[in-house]
């Protein structure tokens, strides 16, 4: 039995080591020379690296620039977590339901995922202009004043926001639909019989038992949305006056534009270590056990 046993692991681990050699090679060796790089000054353009300590640090720390890039991130997180956490609830509910069109409405929520980041960042860029966008055509009918909004540091953020929404909420509405299909229905039925109605089953069956499914959803899109980039890369490159710069965008601007690779790769060791720590905040309060 002990040698059958250990023919077992022996050939587990055949099979996971493809996997870990991958790992190794193209992840965790790149990981460790980047932190390495990390405390030197080193430029892409050549020359001797030297080796810096904390400078790099704490520089980043005192940089207005990297700060306002931190700021400018969580200010998109703050607002696309939870309005996008309800608009993809509430999606997940609308279509939980079998019925004639539920798939092909699901199907319209679920096309912004499968998208192209640069292509719906460029169709929303024509439709945010000044001259001819459908969204100033609107308000030009509503007899309201037109703006650039990605012209304007005031409206540029949203703009990205919005089209963030847009992009990301039906991926999350998939995952709540098969949350929602995994409470029993028993629950439900128990309930209508105690005289509760669809409000209190809400907020006493449903989104208790929602719990870890939330936590997931919540977790993804503040990772998501602290490492934005994509966007502000087509639709404002940063502006207007670096009020769209994203904490990724400072760090790909820092690293590949300006050639200091070993500031740009500490400020990215910074941003993993908040997203660390906001995930691991996140699961704490999320770990609790469902109470209905």
Same mark, same amino acid.
């Given at each position: 039995?002990?040698?059958?046993?250990?023919?077992?692991?022996?050939?587990?681990?055949?099979?996971?080591?493809?996997?870990?050699?991958?790992?190794?090679?193209?992840?965790?060796?790149?990981?460790?020379?980047?932190?390495?790089?990390?405390?030197?000054?080193?430029?892409?353009?050549?020359?001797?690296?030297?080796?810096?300590?904390?400078?790099?640090?704490?520089?980043?720390?005192?940089?207005?620039?990297?700060?306002?890039? &931190?700021?400018?991130?969580?200010?998109?997180?703050? @607002?696309? !977590?939870?309005?996008?956490? /309800? #608009?993809? %609830?509430?999606?997940?509910?609308?279509?939980?339901?079998?019925?004639?069109?539920?798939?092909?409405?699901?199907?319209?929520?679920?096309?912004?995922?499968?998208?192209?980041?640069?292509?719906?960042?460029?169709?929303?860029?024509?439709?945010?202009?000044?001259?001819?966008?459908?969204?100033?055509?609107?308000?030009?009918?509503?007899?309201?004043?037109?703006?650039?909004?990605?012209?304007?540091?005031?409206?540029?953020?949203?703009?990205?926001?919005?089209?963030?929404?847009?992009?990301?909420?039906?991926?999350?509405?998939?995952?709540?639909?098969?949350?929602?299909?995994?409470?029993?229905?028993?629950?439900?039925?128990?309930?209508?019989?105690?005289?509760?109605?669809?409000?209190?089953?809400?907020?006493?069956?449903?989104?208790? &038992?929602?719990?870890?499914?939330?936590?997931?959803? @919540?977790? !993804?899109?503040?990772?998501? /949305? #602290?490492? %934005?980039?994509?966007?502000?890369?087509?639709?404002?490159?940063?502006?207007?006056?670096?009020?769209?710069?994203?904490?990724?965008?400072?760090?790909?601007?820092?690293?590949?534009?300006?050639?200091?690779?070993?500031?740009?790769?500490?400020?990215?060791?910074?941003?993993?270590?908040?997203?660390?720590?906001?995930?691991?905040?996140?699961?704490?309060?999320?770990?609790?056990?469902?109470?209905?």
């Amino acid at each position: 039995m002990g040698a059958a046993l250990r023919r077992e692991q022996a050939a587990a681990w055949w099979f996971v080591l493809p996997a870990l050699a991958v790992l190794l090679v193209f992840v965790f060796y790149p990981m460790i020379q980047a932190f390495v790089i990390s405390f030197q000054n080193d430029s892409l353009l050549g020359g001797s690296r030297s080796f810096v300590g904390l400078d790099n640090y704490k520089n980043l720390l005192r940089d207005a620039q990297f700060l306002g890039s &931190l700021k400018h991130s969580f200010h998109f997180a703050i @607002v696309v !977590i939870p309005v996008q956490s /309800a #608009i993809a %609830l509430g999606l997940a509910l609308l279509i939980q339901k079998q019925a004639r069109l539920t798939g092909l409405f699901r199907t319209a929520y679920f096309i912004p995922v499968v998208v192209s980041t640069a292509v719906a960042a460029t169709v929303f860029k024509l439709i945010y202009n000044k001259e001819f966008g459908i969204l100033n055509n609107a308000l030009k009918a509503l007899h309201l004043p037109t703006t650039n909004f990605l012209s304007n540091p005031d409206t540029a953020m949203y703009g990205i926001i919005l089209l963030g929404i847009w992009k990301g909420a039906g991926f999350f509405m998939i995952i709540f639909l098969a949350g929602l299909n995994n409470i029993p229905q028993d629950l439900y039925e128990a309930s209508r019989v105690d005289g509760a109605n669809r409000i209190q089953q809400f907020f006493r069956i449903t989104l208790p &038992l929602l719990n870890r499914t939330t936590a997931f959803v @919540v977790i !993804i899109t503040t990772i998501d /949305a #602290i490492k %934005l980039s994509g966007l502000v890369f087509v639709l404002t490159n940063g502006g207007p006056n670096g009020s769209t710069e994203t904490v990724v965008y400072f760090i790909w601007k820092t690293s590949f534009q300006q050639m200091q690779m070993g500031y740009g790769t500490a400020a990215a060791f910074i941003l993993f270590a908040i997203v660390l720590v906001i995930s691991l905040v996140q699961m704490k309060l999320f770990n609790r056990e469902a109470d209905y």
